[in-house]
C-alpha cells in the first residue's frame, strides 16, 4: 500500500521551455502533497505544500511563477517549471499524504521516485 | 530556525557488524520523527515515531525517540550490503491549522562492505 508514482522519470529539455512533472497516488486518496528538490549529495529541500483545491503554500525562496503546482484531485498533484534555465537541473520528489487515517492524522510522507531534470 | 542533525554523516562497516544513527533535533511544534531510507532514486519510509521510548522493531532494524533529549536513533544489526543506502531523519512539524511539513537531517551514508 501507499504507492506514489512520478512521470516522467527523466527529462532533459532546452532552456526557456516548460516541463511538467506529476505524481500520483495509487491506492489512496492524498489530501496533502510535497514537492521536494534535492541537489547532489544534499538532502530534499521542500518547494510547496499543497492540498487539493487548494492553492500551494511555497517555502521561503521558492518562486511561485516559475514553479506552478496543480492539485486538482485526491491522486494527482502536478509541478510545473515554467521557462527552464540550467540552474533548474534538479532531482525533484513528490511525496503524499493520506491525512485521515483510522481517525487519527498521519504525517507519513510517501514518497515518489523521482524526477530527473536536466536543462540544457 | 528549525534543525536536524544527523551523525555520523558517513560509515563505512562490514557485513554482520551493527551500526547505530544518530538524530537530533531542535524544532518547535514537533509532531513526530520519521526516518527513511533512500538508494538510488526517492526515500522509501521505515519508521515513524510519536511518543518516547517506544522502540519500533521491522526485522534487523530498530528505532526509538527520546523527546526529552531531543533525539532518535536507528540501530541496524547484521548488516549485510543491501543496507548501503543513506539514512534520512526528518522532523513533522505543525506548519499552520491542520498541516505540517517535513524538515530533513543531510543523512547518513552507510557503507557495508562483504
Known amino acids: 500500500g501507499a504507492v506514489v508514482s512520478q512521470h516522467p522519470s527523466r527529462v532533459i529539455c532546452k532552456s526557456g521551455t516548460s516541463v511538467k512533472i506529476e505524481c500520483r497516488s495509487l491506492d489512496f486518496q492524498a489530501t496533502t502533497m510535497f514537492w521536494y528538490r534535492q541537489f547532489p549529495k544534499q538532502s530534499l529541500m521542500l518547494m510547496a505544500t499543497s492540498n487539493e483545491g487548494s492553492k500551494a503554500t511555497y517555502e521561503q525562496g521558492v518562486e511561485k511563477d516559475k514553479f506552478l503546482i496543480n492539485h486538482a484531485s485526491l491522486t494527482l498533484s502536478t509541478l510545473t517549471v515554467t521557462s527552464a534555465h540550467p540552474e533548474d537541473s534538479s532531482f525533484y520528489i513528490c511525496s503524499a499524504s493520506g491525512g485521515l487515517a483510522g481517525g487519527i492524522y498521519t504525517d507519513t510522507q510517501y514518497f515518489g521516485p523521482g524526477t530527473r531534470l536536466t536543462v540544457l | 530556525e528549525d534543525k536536524v542533525v544527523q551523525s555520523p554523516l558517513s560509515l563505512v562497516v562490514h557485513e554482520g557488524d551493527t551500526v547505530t544513527l544518530n538524530c537530533s533535533y531542535e524544532v518547535t511544534n514537533f509532531r513526530s520523527l520519521l526516518w527513511y531510507k533512500q538508494e538510488k532514486k526517492a526515500p522509501t519510509f521505515l519508521f515513524m515515531l510519536?511518543?518516547?521510548?517506544i522502540e519500533k522493531k521491522s526485522g534487523r532494524l530498530s528505532s526509538i525517540l527520546d523527546k526529552k533529549e531531543l533525539f532518535s536513533i536507528l540501530n541496524i544489526t547484521a548488516t549485510q550490503t543491501g543496507d548501503s543506502a543513506i539514512y534520512l531523519c526528518?522532523?513533522?512539524?505543525?506548519?499552520?491549522?491542520?498541516?505540517?511539513?517535513?524538515?530533513f537531517g543531510k543523512g547518513t551514508l552507510l557503507t557495508v562492505n562483504p
Open positions: 510519536t511518543s518516547s521510548g
Open positions: 526528518a522532523v513533522s512539524l505543525r506548519s499552520g491549522g491542520s498541516n505540517y511539513k517535513l524538515t
